[in-house]
């Protein structure tokens, strides 16, 4: 697990699991059919599970793989909301209310829930496709495909997802960004200041500095936009030559193709934050403010730009 993640919380899952409440219930059972002695045992068969289950390997392998599940589908609904919407989920009826108490609730296609469908989306639906391609191939003797290859590739797409996020409010700044203008602005308070004294010298100074900034963080915001848009432009050609890689040879490691994609292009890392760090770009990045608390998890609290 990540230092940045919250640690997940083994007793409460010990006991919350169905074979834990199944148990409880037998017991409760057989005292009230048997012999209610059996109450009296209840509460230190309790303690003794989960004083040692929580500490085992095994089960704690287990609950960190769900936390990780949910981690990524409550990133990917971040995700997919800000850039293209989702629909509301259809309500739950009783049991499945309580179900989703007791089980990790997998029925909700958040892909089916998505609002606008352009593009973008496609190029989406087609990554997730070959993420379930490659998943069916799990089983066989002779693909090299494992689990964990399957779990890194579902933070690469959303990492995409994240870069995709990105350029939004870098291209809009982009656009909203007159160089002309502001050159001119700038000649103009240039010519005032050769002539200003006191506290009005100072302010068109401050003012000639304002100025400068927008005119210096332009190209850097070109630059970075290109980039991101660069590197969201590689990541889906490179899962399509993944695929068509592993179905020609199934015996083929993948590690070192999502080393690749993950590290080269810094999926899992803040696609902002060399921007976050330049206060010139303070009143551009503004808007991401919001997006640092909306979704829960390391990876999702990095969540906030993209797109064309």
């Known amino acids: 697990m990540s230092d940045r993640e919250p640690t997940p919380p083994y007793r409460w899952e010990a006991f919350v699991h169905w074979a834990n409440l199944g148990l409880i219930a037998a017991m409760g059972v057989a005292g009230a059919v048997f012999d209610p002695i059996v109450w009296m045992a209840i509460l230190p068969v309790e303690a003794g599970l989960l004083w040692t289950l929580p500490d085992l390997a095994p089960f704690r392998g287990a609950v960190d793989e769900k936390h990780r599940r949910v981690r990524v589908q409550t990133e990917r609904a971040y995700f997919l909301t800000q850039l293209w919407g989702l629909a509301p989920r259809a309500p739950l009826g009783p049991l499945d209310a309580l179900r989703s108490l007791l089980v990790e609730d997998d029925r909700d296609d958040l892909d089916q829930r998505v609002v606008e469908r352009g593009e973008d989306f496609e190029t989406y639906a087609e990554m997730r496709d070959i993420v379930r391609r490659l998943a069916e191939m799990v089983p066989l003797e002779s693909s090299r495909v494992g689990d964990a290859d399957i779990a890194r590739l579902e933070e690469a797409v959303n990492g995409w997802l994240r870069i995709l ?83 020609t040879d199934p015996a083929k490691d993948v590690q070192s193709a999502l080393d690749d994609m993950v590290e080269r292009r810094d999926l899992l890392a803040d696609a902002l934050s060399d921007l976050e760090g330049d206060g010139n770009l303070s009143e551009a990045l503004a808007e991401l403010a919001s997006a640092r608390t909306a979704p829960k998890g390391a990876a999702a609290a990095r969540a906030r730009v993209p797109a064309r």
């Open 165 to 247: 996020l990105a350029c939004r409010p870098i291209a809009r700044a982009v656009a909203t960004i007159d160089e002309a203008a502001v050159a001119r602005e700038l000649a103009g308070v240039e010519a005032q200041l050769a002539a200003a004294t006191g506290p009005t010298r100072s302010a068109l100074a401050e003012r000639k500095r304002l100025l400068e900034a927008q005119v210096a963080r332009a190209p850097k915001l070109r630059a970075t936009l290109e980039l991101l848009r660069a590197r969201a432009q590689a990541i889906p050609h490179q899962l399509r030559n993944l695929h068509a890689q592993v179905l």
